[in-house]
């Protein structure tokens, strides 16, 4: 079994950076693919960043440019660096791990970004 637990959510005005880590135990050997997601209050969740075991990384089109996703294999765990940000970008992000062979997935609780105008 695989635990995630977020850190370094908050609130911050436009244009202004939050880093945002996730840290994996347990069984994490399992893990393939991590990442973050977020939900906006009345959205579906979407995908923000992911990192392979690899070392292979995706973005949103709506943050390339604007965030990094850095994973530390070591540590078992990912940060997102997150600059210049917009109030679009207000919701609660989601850590996830994707397991080997696509056998499972586990997620985080979520942390609260908040971007005033």
């Known amino acids: 079994q695989v635990q995630l637990v977020e850190s370094g959510g908050g609130s911050v005005q436009t244009g202004g950076s939050l880093r945002l880590s996730c840290k994996a135990s347990?069984?994490?050997?399992?893990?393939?693919?991590m990442g973050w997601y977020r939900q906006a209050s009345g959205k579906q969740r979407e995908l923000v960043a992911v990192?392979?075991?690899?070392?292979?990384?995706a973005y949103a089109d709506s943050v390339k440019g604007r965030f990094t996703i850095t994973r530390d294999g070591a540590q078992n765990m990912i940060d997102l660096q997150m600059n210049s940000l917009k109030p679009e970008d207000t919701a609660v992000y989601y850590c996830?791990?994707?397991?080997?062979?696509?056998?499972?997935?586990?997620w985080g609780q979520g942390t609260l970004v908040t971007v005033s105008s």
């Open positions: 996830h791990g994707q397991y080997f062979g696509r056998a499972g997935e586990v």
């Open positions: 347990g069984s994490v050997f399992v893990i393939n693919v």
């Open positions: 990192a392979t075991n690899e070392g292979i990384t």
